[in-house]
């Protein structure tokens, strides 16, 4: 799962977006461990939000993911 994480944290601080669809997540992770499967990419991606290390932002209709500090991700 650390090297889950890894990829994930890989991800998020690479793109040029500040938040991100879990889908978008996981097709990055999958690329770097093409067996990965969804269940532990979300684990692992629960984990870091959990470590503070991600934050969840909500639109509303979706969840969306963004590294905890880098743009607009904070609630006011």
């Known amino acids: 799962m650390e090297d889950i994480k890894k990829a994930i944290l890989d991800f998020a601080e690479s793109s040029k977006k500040t938040k991100f669809y879990f889908k978008d997540m996981e097709k990055a992770v999958q690329k770097v461990f093409p ?42």
């Open 35 to 76: 067996n990965a499967k969804s269940r532990e990419i979300k684990k692992a991606a629960t984990a870091l939000v959990n470590e503070e290390k991600l934050i969840y932002f909500s639109t509303g209709s979706t969840t969306m993911y963004g590294l905890k500090g880098r743009g607009q991700t904070e609630d006011h």
